[in-house]
């Protein structure tokens, strides 16, 4: 049995076409084999099936699967191993070898065509064979905006291979095969240069140069026509160089497996940070992420300042090496001084550019954008870490539809709202990697530090053991050479000028702290600033009922906001506390903004 989707919808049984049924369970039966082997939500599989998901939609989804698998029976006649649909925890997956799928099948050869190790003989017959696969449009009479997203995809993949196949034809000296079908292509697709570009080559490499020109001609007209515009420049320096009989057009040009492919190797990862210091639990812990199959998104959260970004690109660097398609990095920009976070709209144009999708190929809406990235992910494995996220819903459509990829995200919210994404909370450090963190950054010598022990094991705790108020310190003293630890530790000792004195250049432990409190709403900005001047340890329920003169229940629901936001700790059930230096900003921020207003009452 071989199913193909490269073209109408169809199982082939020995050499023979079966009906695969109505359209929903074509859709169905598509929606499993573009992930062959891989398991697929539930959730997901609705959203392929149904643009708008009906009442009922995962009764009506169980009636298509037992009937696909009643039809997959029924006509498996052949000796291999049977193709069936399996149930596991939390979706569905077809159980079939790859191989057995055109789709896949194309994509493996490519892929081969791609190994560096490969003759360009070998890239030719490779890429002969993956274009034999092509029976017209992919997914041709599958209705709705899934198979449109991924009949897109495929095709500029498939557009891509005829390029390439076209290149190493050029080498080897034989065009004849792709000739024919770049002709055929170029009239199909008027406006795609980089198809009329093969083409030209292509034609030129035949001996027929005058024809070469006659069409660039035509494509000239075409997109004066259509588009308003000229040949962009590359098509226009290829028509020179034709006009000029260019030796270089003749050269043999390096073999694109010499680039490894780069439209599918981004490597965005940002540098680590200097001096990277402690975090061995966290780092090990992040480690095994990829261990689950069934975590798509492992997500940071923690207080501001607290390392989660240098925690995540450190983990990242560590483990890229097992995810060979490549590194995508984005700030989201959630909390970040003078920026709004980034829509996902905006937030998918970046990562689809990033993964080579043309400008004019990226859909203008959020759930285009998303269905064709989410279709470039399928069956590769990329590490993409999302950084700075402000909530799930900007979060949840950058992720992939199903395992393989690793998403790291990183946010001072829990989103716990996001579906089967384990939560990883980063606490202040440890003592003594807070100690080590602070004689590095301040550069202090070693008879120094045998001086003054004590010194540097209360800065560090004055500095709450958060890292951005310990590298704020360091800096400080960096700065001072005349200073000892003990001197700044006199300063940090007063509470109320605790703040003003954690800021150095643009690195500030009160500005950080002011984005997550600007983040809240009125109500949760008035419980910080009432919970900040509460005198104990700790706090529960019922007196944060009192202090805010609200009922139990809508005190439990401020506690847990304000957790969720990382602005609060719960050490045990039902008890709730500050961080030092986030109960010194509560207290700060109610200071201000009572001046604030008594400014604008007088």
């Not at 997109?223 to 226009?236: R, S, V």
């Not at 001072?412 to 963190?437: E, I, N, S, W, Y």
């Not at 944060?544 to 957790?563: C, E, F, N, Y």
Request: proline letters at 6%; hydrophobic letters at 40%.
């Amino acid at each position: 049995m071989e199913i193909r989707l490269l073209g109408p919808i169809e199982i082939i049984i020995e050499g023979r076409a079966l009906d695969v049924g109505a359209p929903q369970q074509r859709l169905v039966l598509t929606a499993l084999a573009a992930d062959a082997g891989r398991l697929i939500g539930t959730e997901s599989l609705i959203d392929r099936v149904w643009e708008t998901a009906p009442d009922g939609a995962r009764r009506t989804l169980q009636v298509h699967l037992s009937r696909l698998r009643r039809f997959l029976d029924d006509a498996q006649t052949d000796d291999r191993a049977p193709v069936q649909v399996l149930r596991r925890s939390g979706g569905y997956l077809l159980d079939i070898d790859p191989d057995r799928v055109d789709a896949h099948r194309f994509r493996r050869l490519v892929e081969q065509a791609h190994e560096r190790h490969r003759s360009d003989l070998e890239r030719v017959k490779l890429l002969a064979e993956a274009m034999d696969l092509w029976r017209g449009p992919a997914l041709a009479d599958l209705p709705g905006q899934w198979a449109g997203t991924v009949r897109q995809a495929w095709q500029q993949q498939y557009l891509d291979a005829v390029q390439e196949w076209t290149s190493a034809s050029i080498r080897v000296g034989d065009v004849s095969a792709p000739l024919a079908r770049l002709a055929a292509m170029t009239g199909e697709y008027p406006l795609i240069e980089s198809l009329a570009a093969a083409y030209l080559r292509a034609l030129y490499a035949s001996g027929r140069a005058s024809d070469a020109l006659d069409h660039y001609a035509v494509i000239r007209q075409h997109l004066a026509e259509k588009l308003g515009t000229d040949p962009g420049p590359q098509l226009q320096h290829l028509y020179r160089q034709i006009l000029a009989a260019d030796p270089a057009l003749t050269a043999d040009p390096a073999p694109p497996a010499a680039e490894a492919h780069p439209r599918w190797t981004p490597h965005q990862l940002p540098a680590t940070t200097p001096a990277f210091t402690g975090r061995t639990t966290e780092l090990a812990h992040l480690d095994r992420a990829q261990d689950d199959a069934h975590a798509v998104v492992t997500v940071i959260d923690g207080m501001a300042g607290v390392g989660k970004t240098a925690l995540a690109v450190e983990a990242a660097h560590r483990i890229a090496g097992r995810y060979p398609d490549g590194q995508l990095y984005l700030d989201l920009r959630g909390y970040t001084e003078g920026a709004e976070p980034i829509e996902p709209a905006g937030a998918l144009d970046h990562l689809l550019r990033a993964m080579g999708v043309p400008e004019q190929e990226i859909p203008a809406g959020t759930d285009g954008r998303a269905g064709l990235y989410r279709t470039l992910l399928a069956g590769r494995q990329m590490l993409i870490l999302l950084d700075n996220a402000a909530g799930e819903s900007q979060v949840a459509p950058l992720l992939p539809g199903a395992p393989g990829c690793l998403v790291l995200a990183t946010s001072r919210r829990q989103l716990a709202g996001l579906d089967h994404a384990r939560r990883f909370f980063l606490d202040t450090m440890a003592l003594p990697d807070a100690v080590t963190l602070l004689i590095r950054g301040a550069g202090i010598d070693e008879p120094l530090r045998e001086r003054c022990p004590d010194q540097l094991i209360e800065l560090a705790e004055l500095c709450g053991r958060l890292p951005l108020a310990i590298r704020i310190a360091a800096a400080r003293l960096r700065s001072h050479p005349t200073w000892t630890p003990g001197h700044l530790v006199e300063r940090l000792r007063d509470r109320r000028h605790r703040l003003a004195e954690l800021e150095a250049g643009q690195r500030s432990v009160a500005a950080a702290l002011d984005l997550s409190y600007r983040r809240l709403s009125p109500r949760q900005q008035h419980a910080y600033q009432r919970l900040g001047l509460h005198s104990g340890p700790d706090i529960d329920e019922r007196s944060t009922a009192a202090l805010l003169d609200s009922s139990p229940i809508a005190a439990t629901q401020i506690l847990d906001q304000l957790l969720d936001a990382n602005l609060l700790l719960e050490p045990a059930a039902g008890r709730y506390r500050f961080h030092d230096l986030t109960r010194a900003h509560a207290a700060h921020t109610a200071a201000r903004d009572r001046t604030g207003d008594d400014r604008l009452r007088s």
